[in-house]
């Protein structure tokens, strides 16, 4: 049985899982548990603040379905949503330049099946 130690949040002494070791700061109590994970949760939030944003801005831009066999690439990208979102200029910019990107790669691969 490892050493006890007192809890981060409780401050109530407890043997840590011998799974987790030395690691272990806080008790197993739920309501100490929950709290261990509100304030990973706000130290993860705190490095990287556009996370949450991100993650809902990228769902929506991605089009449902997308990806599969037989994908065009440029069809997986909702446009319309992106062109509401960044503007027209940043819009046409990126989905031109994933076409010039695809013409390349397509005429690479092809160049090494000759
Ligand atoms: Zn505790």
Redesign the pocket.
């Known amino acids: 049985m490892l050493k006890a130690r007192p ?1 981060l ?2 401050r ?1 002494w ?1 043997h840590p899982d011998r799974m987790v070791g030395e690691r272990q700061r ?2 197993g ?1 739920p309501s ?1 548990q929950k709290e261990r994970h509100r304030r990973a949760c706000a130290r993860f939030h705190d490095r990287d603040p556009d996370y949450d944003r991100h993650t809902r801005f990228t769902a929506k831009l991605v089009q449902v379905g997308a990806g599969g066999k037989g994908t065009v690439p440029a069809e997986a990208i909702d446009w319309r949503y992106a062109r509401k979102v960044v503007g027209l200029e940043i819009s046409a910019l990126v989905e031109e330049s994933g076409k010039v990107l695809l013409r390349q790669a397509r005429d690479a691969v092809l160049v090494q099946l000759k």
């Open positions: 809890c949040i409780c109530k407890f806080v008790c109590a100490c």
